[in-house]
């Protein structure tokens, strides 16, 4: 197992270097680096002064070297000022004196760099944002993975009876409709007070006044309640459960149709007994690494429902930095990402030998 551990460590620190190379790469090509130029400096510059601003402020070195300067492994560049003899480099914060900046800042100094448009430190963004994502994909984890196992289960328990049909049609559902169009109708329906529900259990007086939850998450990002935040989370544990739902179906559906469970049913064993103590187990294997992969997506692929209901998380500041061409924060987001993505697959493939005693013997 430790060798294990370790091959998958090291492709995994080897895949994380190609793809921040590959997204660096990107991020750094001459047509957005001439943009920040004209944002940071005068729209009106011309090619040579687009150039000459980029070469000081140290955009103009050679792409494999900036980026050893990103990671840390290669020192920081330095910049004299000819007419003020001011220097300026990567490592030199302002009002610092040159002296006493260090030799290297990069990311594994933890030094993520300074956003252009929030004149603030990419790792001061970086951390609220994932606070604020992380307690979202809390709650829309503890919801959506125990109701799409038990919507799994029962639906293959039961496989082609009336139960399973109803289960895997209303599974189809949810993953066929996408989170801007459940997050619009559960807005509609339970958070306006012209239409859906909240007028008419005011008329009731089943409620005093407003709605019955609230249509903006802004203030959730101060204050979470269950009244200005059931309506994100639901939205997306109705989007993801339903994948979910339907791999824990078919797997469940296998296992009940294996030859070990037909001989303790055989035997008389008590149904639930046979579903909780042998079927369960073996039916949960292939459904957890879907279970695993929903963290990357609830990381970056949230950005629909924290846009739809106001709720500036990390995939809200992912895609802000790529449509203002921050550089800095954009690499930033992107190596969260990546990072996140990998350690969920080591994660993955680590409890998938637990599970599956199988593998360990092959």
């Known amino acids: 197992m430790g060798a294990f551990i370790l091959r998958r460590t090291g492709v995994m620190i080897l895949t994380a270097l190609c793809l921040t190379f590959v997204v660096f790469f990107l991020t750094n090509l001459f047509p957005n680096l001439e943009k920040l130029a004209k944002t940071q400096g005068n729209a009106r510059m011309t090619d040579e002064e687009v150039v000459s601003w980029l070469d000081s402020n140290g955009y103009g070195g050679p792409m494999i070297l900036r980026y050893g300067e990103w990671l840390g492994v290669v020192p ?3 910049r004299e000022d000819e007419e003020t003899g001011e220097i300026t480099g990567r490592c030199i914060d302002f ?3 040159p002296a006493d900046a260090p030799t290297r800042c990069g990311l594994l100094q933890g030094d993520l760099g300074f956003s252009t448009v929030s004149d603030d430190e990419v790792g001061n963004i970086i951390g ?7 307690i979202l994909m809390f709650w829309a984890f503890a919801l959506m993975v125990p109701a799409a196992l038990l ?4 639906a293959g328990m039961r496989e082609g009876s009336r139960l399973d049909r109803s289960l895997s ?7 066929a409709t996408p989170e801007y169009v459940s997050g619009v109708i559960f807005i509609v329906f339970l958070a306006s007070s012209t239409t859906g529900l909240s007028p008419m259990l005011v008329e009731l007086g089943w409620l005093d006044s407003g ?3 609230l249509g903006s998450a802004r203030s959730a990002m ?4 269950f009244w200005n935040f059931f309506l994100p989370v639901v939205t997306i544990a109705l989007y993801g459960m339903g994948y979910i739902a339907r791999m824990t179906r078919a797997s469940m559906a296998e296992v009940m149709t294996a030859q070990y469970i037909r001989t303790a049913r055989l035997k008389g064993v008590n149904f639930r007994s046979i579903v909780m103590k042998h079927a369960l187990r073996n039916a949960l294997i292939a459904p957890f690494t879907v279970i695993m992969l929903q963290f990357p997506w609830l990381l970056t692929g949230v950005v629909i429902v924290e846009t739809l209901f106001n709720y500036n998380g990390f995939g809200w500041t992912m895609v802000q930095a790529a449509s203002n061409n921050d550089i800095e924060l954009l690499l930033a987001c992107s190596i969260v990402a990546v990072f996140v993505v990998l ?3 080591l994660i993955s493939d680590i409890g998938y030998v637990f599970l599956n005693p199988r593998i360990r013997i092959a």
Do not use: H, Y
């Open 76 to 78: 920081g560049w330095t």
């Open 95 to 97: 009002g610092m004196d």
């Open 128 to 134: 609220g944002r994932l606070q604020l994502t992380g």
């Open 151 to 154: 919507v799994g289960v029962l």
């Open 169 to 175: 049609t209303f599974s189809i559902a949810s993953t």
């Open 211 to 213: 709605t019955l939850f």
């Open 222 to 225: 101060e204050n979470i309640t």
């Open 343 to 345: 350690v969920t697959q």
